[in-house]
């Protein structure tokens, strides 16, 4: 769970007290949540001075977030002048992202199909368990768990198919992040529940057409979902 920058104020001296390692992790949490809810609005300049003083500490700790921000395609390192922060996602992108990922999220899901061993079937009902209802919530929290199994349960079933070089192409598209971005004041709705249990169903019953079309069902509706939010091209 990521607190908000304001809520580790109060905590300096205990935050000294954390080895280097643990105060870069910390300022990561603490900037990409703030990226994310866009308190820091988008495709703005980075006050990485500023951002140290408020955070209460070092420059070199959030350079090193920034690193791993970047990596994450929240931010974009300008030649000689720091950070920005990186646009949100326009229509187009979500409709190139997405056709990404019907080309090879269906695929995937096929193959897990018939590929699944029984451990893994378990790992994927076990995700599904852990989220059976929408959280009711239209809060950051409660939309970053959300959003948070959404990215495990996609990236779980595209490693079960067993195609690392896929696998790798998703995660690096970090199309949970830029998501988020757009609807994270939203409520997340239970249709989206109900396709995940739609797809596992047919991944579990062996049926890879099923899990294949359950799957390219999905993203056309997530994609739909997404594209409201977003400026057009
Ligand atoms: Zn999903």
Redesign the pocket.
């Known amino acids: 769970m990521v607190k908000t920058m304001s809520s580790l104020m109060p905590e300096e001296s205990g935050r000294r007290r954390l080895s280097s390692r643990m105060v870069t992790v910390d300022v990561y949490g603490q900037l990409a949540a703030a990226i994310l809810r866009n308190d820091i609005p988008p495709a703005s300049r980075v006050n990485i001075n500023a951002l140290a003083v408020s955070l209460g500490v070092s420059a070199t700790p959030v350079r090193e977030a920034l690193a791993r921000l970047e990596s994450d395609g929240l931010v974009t390192q300008l030649h000689l002048k720091g950070y920005r922060t990186t646009d949100l996602l326009t229509q187009r992108e979500i409709r190139d992202l997405w056709q990404f990922r019907m080309l090879i999220e269906p695929y995937g899901a096929g193959h897990a199909a018939t590929a699944a061993s029984p451990e893994q079937i378990a790992a994927l009902q076990h995700e599904i368990n852990s989220f059976t209802s929408a959280p009711t919530g239209s809060d950051f929290d409660s939309y970053q768990d959300f959003s948070d199994h ?1 990215a495990r ?2 990236g779980l079933i595209l490693e079960v198919s067993g195609n690392d070089v896929i696998t790798r192409a998703f995660q690096r598209t970090n199309c949970h992040l830029h998501a988020f971005r757009l609807a994270y004041d939203r409520s997340a709705g239970s249709a ?1 529940v109900n396709e ?1 249990v739609a797809i596992v169903d047919r991944i579990s019953a062996g049926d890879a057409t099923g899990a294949a079309a359950a799957m390219m069902e ?1 993203l056309a509706h ?1 994609r739909d979902r997404l594209l409201p939010l977003a400026k057009g091209t």
């Open positions: 959404d349960l996609h989206t995940h999905h997530s």
